[in-house]
T-cell receptor, first 113, second 112 residues
Framework: GENVEQHPSTLSVQEGDSAVIKCTYS??????FPWYKQELGKGPQLIIDIRSNVGEKKDQRIAVTLNKTAKHFSLHITETQPEDSAVYFC????????????FGKGTMLLVSP | NAGVTQTPKFQVLKTGQSMTLQCAQDMNHNSMYWYRQDPGMGLRLIYYSASEGTTDKGEVPNGYNVSRLNKREFSLRLESAAPSQTSVYFC???????????FGQGTRLTVV
């Protein structure tokens, strides 16, 4: 089955800095790659996603890049703010139209004022 | 607009006891899912229901059963709880043909 590796497990940055979280996947049939943000005591919430026919996608301060050849994708957050502090999960799926996701183990992002 | 609602939020069980985790969504989604989240493990898919009347196993189905009661509700049952089932359980739903999953707030289950 699919295996998703995520690094780093924790990331500390100063407010205003950029943060980058990287994931690799094993199944070349995977074609959908979402990123979820989980705040303490809450369920994960989708923040951005990318499909295999796209190399990069941006939404304000966040962006995701995908390298299908190398089977890795990354989340980029610019101008970080304290409210960006949370656990971020990458995931992969090869079941289009359904959220049968394989998740990475998560990255705890801490943004210090 | 409640989204995905899970009950209960917290539960402590003794080994061997049974219980059912309830999940309901008010977004008229066709597909529903149960994930478990363990420290350092991310989320893992237990079971899912692509549409009303169907259920399929995910990555870690052993020790669980599910029921898709109707379009809104999808329950997860532990017949004989084990300490290894101590976890946070998340229910999610998605619209057919759309990949985005909407998650509930979770049920924290402890089996002693």
């Amino acid at each position: 089955g699919e295996n998703v590796e995520q690094h780093p497990s924790t990331l500390s940055v100063q407010e205003g800095d950029s943060a980058v979280i990287k994931c690799t996947y094993s199944d070349s049939a995977s074609n959908y790659f979402p990123w979820y943000k989980q705040e303490l005591g809450k369920g994960p919430q989708l923040i951005i996603d990318i499909r295999s026919n796209v190399g990069e996608k941006k939404d304000q301060r966040i962006a995701v890049t995908l390298n299908k050849t190398a089977k890795h994708f990354s989340l980029h957050i610019t101008e970080t703010q304290p409210e960006d502090s949370a656990v971020y999960f990458c995931a992969a799926s090869k079941n289009p139209g359904y959220s049968t996701l394989t998740f990475g183990k998560g990255t705890m992002l801490l943004v210090s004022p | 607009n409640a989204g995905v609602t899970q009950t209960p939020k917290f539960q402590v069980l003794k080994t061997g006891q049974s219980m059912t985790l309830q999940c309901a969504q008010d977004m008229n989604h066709n597909s529903m899912y149960w994930y478990r989240q363990d420290p350092g493990m991310g989320l893992r898919l237990i079971y899912y229901s692509a549409s009303e009347g169907t259920t399929d196993k995910g990555e870690v189905p052993n020790g669980y059963n599910v029921s898709r009661l109707n379009k809104r509700e999808f329950s997860l049952r532990l017949e004989s709880a084990a300490p290894s089932q101590t976890s946070v359980y998340f229910c999610a739903s998605s619209e057919r043909g759309r990949d985005e999953a909407f998650f509930g707030q979770g049920t924290r289950l402890t089996v002693v």
